[in-house]
């Protein structure tokens, strides 16, 4: 198993290098020069060329590939531009927001989704089924933004149930921190439940029609041992595999909530360094969010071997 686990990460390698040179290049095809943005408006072109030097700018593009990877290969992320701050120092301390965002966001996405996809799949063909597929229809299609937009309105502006901004630290309590991030946190899993529950439904259709779920309903098992033991339990390959790209997905598309709800997390940080031309901040983002998409499919893969015993890595 362990080797199985490092063999993945090497094979993972590549794919994180590929990411990395992929940020890199599409950051300095954006227009405008990180040099101007920090020398200011009323800085002389002397002043300007100067600082591009420094920064290094001046270099062919592949020359500062390979010098930014040769960093990389040491550990050093760079600077920031923006906050003349370390780059990993910058990420870390923004880190712990946007963990904390998406696991919320993954636990209130895994049981209502996964709920609603076998209710659907149960009473298919329904109004029931009906139901909860314009449910999660509506969910998926519904922009995250306007939602965000809306209910700050209603459930922070008019009613004063939640606060509309700003984030609290777990250290000063899970009362402030969870109020802190409850309606981001809803909002952000409406399209993810939308997408869990029609990929659980479809699974479980595909299961309910086998001869085994047949064969137990004859042998008079209640309608519970038969959806809970044989039906759901022999459709979670597909729900696992879904929950594990839905956490990737949480990770790293939460910038338009952290946008819109001023949560101090990755995302925001992102927006901050693309609009102000932080290449070292953002190419180094990318890579850590790289990182996390392999790490949650490795762990996915890990959750395998638990869910279906006959899946072995050797």
Not at 206 to 213: K, N, S
């Amino acid at each position: 198993m362990l080797r199985n686990v490092a063999m993945r990460f090497a094979q993972a390698i590549p794919v994180l290098i590929l990411v990395a040179v992929l940020a890199f290049t599409l950051m300095h095809m954006l227009p405008g020069d990180p040099a101007i943005v920090i020398a200011g408006p009323d800085a002389t072109p002397e002043a300007v060329d100067r600082l591009r030097h420094q920064l290094g700018l001046d270099l062919p593009l592949w020359e500062q590939v390979i010098n930014w990877l040769g960093h990389l290969a040491r550990g050093d992320f760079g600077q920031s531009l923006m906050l003349n701050q370390g780059v990993l120092s910058a990420i870390v301390d923004r880190l712990p927001v946007t963990l904390s965002l998406a696991l919320l966001a993954f636990v209130i996405t895994v049981p209502v989704g996964v709920l609603l996809g076998i209710t659907a799949a149960y009473w298919r063909n329904t109004w029931i089924d009906s139901l909860v597929m314009g449910v999660a229809l509506l969910g998926v299609s519904i922009p995250s933004f306007w939602i965000a937009i809306v209910s700050v309105v209603v459930f922070s502006v008019e009613l004063r149930w939640l606060p509309s901004s700003g984030y609290t630290p777990l250290s000063e309590g899970i009362g402030p921190w969870f109020l802190s991030l409850a309606q981001p946190a809803i909002i952000l899993a409406m399209f993810q439940v939308g997408y869990l529950a029609r990929m659980t439904r479809s699974s479980m259709l595909d299961v309910l029609g086998q001869d085994y779920i047949r064969t137990a309903r004859a042998k008079g098992m209640s309608e519970w041992v038969t959806i809970g033991r044989h039906a759901f339990r022999n459709s979670l390959m597909s729900v696992v595999t879904v929950s594990g790209i839905i956490l990737s997905l949480l990770i790293g598309g939460s910038v338009v909530i952290e946008q819109v709800f001023a949560l101090p997390g990755i995302g925001r940080l992102v927006v901050q360094g693309i609009m102000a031309r932080d290449y070292p901040l953002v190419q180094g983002t990318m890579l850590l969010l790289g990182l996390c998409f392999v790490v949650v499919n490795v762990a996915v893969d890990l959750v395998y071997t638990v869910v279906d015993p006959r899946v072995r890595y050797d």
